[in-house]
Structure formats: structure tokens, C-alpha cells
């Protein structure tokens, strides 16, 4: 069983930058893939960044340039680096992290963004 915890959401003007980080705990492996995802108000849930186990990365093309995605193996953490946003980057953000068996997902982190 895995657990994920995000934080470092809130509300920021366009143009602003935030960093969400994402703690996990329980049955991480350094071999799985972790990710974000958001979910904007009647909207689907989408994949804004991911890294693989071997530090490979792959953004939405609308974020690409603007959002950096990393992680940290010897601490069970993976941050989603956010810079020049846009109003329509407002959403609940969520970190996933999976393998070829399971896959767990995080709470959720609300990012607003005024313009």
C-alpha cells in the first residue's frame, strides 16, 4: 500500500510560480514511474508531467517550457516546478506514482491562478 501526500498549492497571479512537491510512504519502489496529474472543474483528469524510474521525462505540450518535473528516489518525493502560469492552469493537481501492478494516487492540491 502506498500513501501520497501533496502539497504547496494555492492561489497565485499569472505570471507567478509555485512548487508542488509530493511525499510518498509505504511500498515505493525506485523503479516506479511517478507523475502529475490535474483536473480542472468539469473537466477530465490529465497527465502534466511524468518521470520514469530511469529519470526520463514527458509533459502535456501546453506546460512544456513552463513546468519541470523531478524527483528524489532517496526520499520517496517527486515536485512538479511551475513557473509563468496561466489562469487556465488553475486545477486540483494530483501525483500518481505506478508500476506495472498497482498504481496510487494522491489526494489532491488546488492551484488557482488570477490573471
Known amino acids: 500500500q502506498v500513501q501520497l501526500v501533496e502539497s504547496g498549492g494555492g492561489l497565485v497571479q499569472a505570471g507567478g510560480s509555485l512548487r508542488l512537491s509530493c511525499a510518498a510512504s509505504?511500498?515505493?519502489?525506485?523503479?516506479?514511474?511517478m507523475g502529475w496529474y490535474r483536473q480542472a472543474p468539469g473537466k477530465q483528469r490529465d497527465l502534466v508531467a511524468l518521470?520514469?524510474?530511469?529519470?526520463?521525462?514527458n509533459y502535456a505540450d501546453s506546460v512544456k517550457g513552463r513546468f519541470t518535473i523531478s524527483r528524489d528516489n532517496a526520499k520517496n518525493t517527486v515536485s512538479l516546478q511551475m513557473n509563468s502560469l496561466k489562469p487556465e492552469d488553475t486545477a486540483v493537481y494530483y501525483c500518481?506514482?505506478?508500476?506495472?501492478?498497482?498504481?496510487?494516487w494522491g489526494q489532491g492540491t488546488q492551484v488557482t491562478v488570477s490573471s
Open positions: 500518481r506514482t505506478w508500476n506495472t501492478f498497482t498504481s496510487s
Open positions: 509505504g511500498s515505493i519502489f525506485s523503479r516506479d514511474h
Open positions: 518521470i520514469t524510474s530511469g529519470g526520463s521525462t
